[in-house]
């Protein structure tokens, strides 16, 4: 079984300060992890991905996430936002070798960057 | 441009009216999957398939079915519309040996049903 949980439903902040986003997960076996963000009326774009490489994972646009086993979290983070990253962001865990790929999808998060 | 192509984009349906939404992917992914997304949540597991011939049930299967004859195209039927069947659907894909990257989602379909 798998499940994730995002702990924040939504997080504001002001342009050019840090992003922090975050998301828990359990898994059974070995997950694949996973962000993906969502704009407004748009389908989901993969930002960064997890697969038992380095824990400090690097994804596009200046966002990364810690894979961090012992408190089972992932969160993502930037150093500085911009306009443009208001959008929705969803944590995914995914049973790659076990679960035929099936993916797990948190309830999302609200990014607003105020100007 | 090679993806995934869902078919339509948007849809209004009367309740009990019947209609196919369609999925195509040109990448020879034999994993695909049927998603729909709520207001405010996130995306739940309808059906997915794991090559030609082979599907299973996700999460939230009922009032809905699938089909996978070719490696191509993976449709989604619904049979009797529901108000509760409302929602945007999201198809995705990925190749066994390419899943702990990730999938290739479709842009959507957002469904109405009055």
């Known amino acids: 079984a798998q499940s994730v949980t995002q702990l924040d439903s939504h997080v504001s902040v002001s342009e050019g300060t840090p992003v922090l986003l975050r998301c828990n997960y359990s898994s059974s076996y070995s997950p694949s992890l996973f962000w993906y963000v969502q704009h407004p009326n748009k389908g989901l774009q993969l930002l960064l991905k997890y697969t038992s490489a380095a824990t400090l994972v690097k994804g596009i646009n200046g966002f990364e996430a810690e894979f961090k086993k012992s408190e089972t979290s992932f969160h993502l983070t930037k150093p500085s936002a911009h306009m443009s990253d208001a959008a929705e962001y969803f944590c995914?865990?995914?049973?790659?070798?076990?679960?035929?790929?099936?993916?797990?999808f948190g309830d999302g998060t609200t990014l607003t960057v105020k100007p | 441009n090679a993806g995934v192509t869902q078919t339509p984009k948007f849809r209004i349906l009367k309740i009990g009216q019947s209609m196919t939404l369609q999925c195509t992917q040109d990448?020879?992914?034999?994993?695909m999957y049927w998603y729909r997304q709520d207001p405010g949540m996130g995306l739940k597991l309808i059906y997915y398939s794991v090559g030609a011939g082979i599907t299973d049930k996700g999460e939230v299967p009922n009032g809905y079915n699938v089909s996978r004859s070719t490696t191509e195209d993976f449709p989604l039927r619904l049979e009797l519309a529901a108000p509760s069947q409302t929602s945007v659907y999201f198809c995705?894909?990925?190749?066994?040996?390419?899943?702990?990257?990730?999938?290739?989602f479709g842009s959507g379909t957002r469904l109405t049903v009055v």
């Open positions: 990448m020879n992914h034999n994993y």
């Open positions: 995705a894909s990925s190749s066994r040996q390419e899943i702990r990257w990730g999938y290739t």
């Open positions: 995914v865990v995914s049973g790659v070798n076990t679960n035929a790929g099936k993916s797990t």
